[in-house]
C-alpha cells in the first residue's frame, strides 16, 4: 500500500503513515536524542526535519538538523547510517565524516535520484 513518511523531530524519531488505513509505525529512532546509527529504535535522531525518498521508495534522506548529518534510512528494514556530516557544527568540505554542517533542514532529491539538495 502506499505510505506517507514523517520526520517526527521532538520525538526524534521517523514515522511510516499508511495512506489507507491511517495506521502509524516508527520506521527509526529510539525518541531520545542521540546520534547512533543503527536499526530501528536502535538508531538516534537530534531533531530530524527534512525527508526525501529515493526514486525507486527504497531509502528515505533525513536532515538530522542538530546534529548536523544526513542521514539514510532503509525503508524495508528501518536502517540509518549517516552520509555525511562529524556531527560538530561546522563548514568543512571532505566525505562522510569529515564533512561538517550547521543544522541541515530541508532535502530533495533529483527526478533520477543523482543529486541530493540540502538547505
Sequence with gaps: ??????TDANNHKIRRVEVG???????AGSGTTG?????????QFYGPFGVAI??????????DANNHKIRRVEVGTGAVTT???SGTTGSADG???AAQFYGPFGVAISPGGSALFVT
Excluded: C, N
Design 83 to 85: 552520509l555525511a556530516g
Design 21 to 27: 488505513t491511517g495506521a502509524v509505525t516508527t520506521l
Design 1 to 6: 500500500g502506499s505510505a506517507l513518511f514523517v
Design 95 to 97: 566525505v562522510g565524516g
Design 54 to 63: 529515493s526514486p525507486g521508495g527504497s531509502a528515505l534522506f533525513v536532515t
Design 35 to 43: 546520534s547512533a546509527d543503527g536499526v530501528g529504535g536502535a538508531a
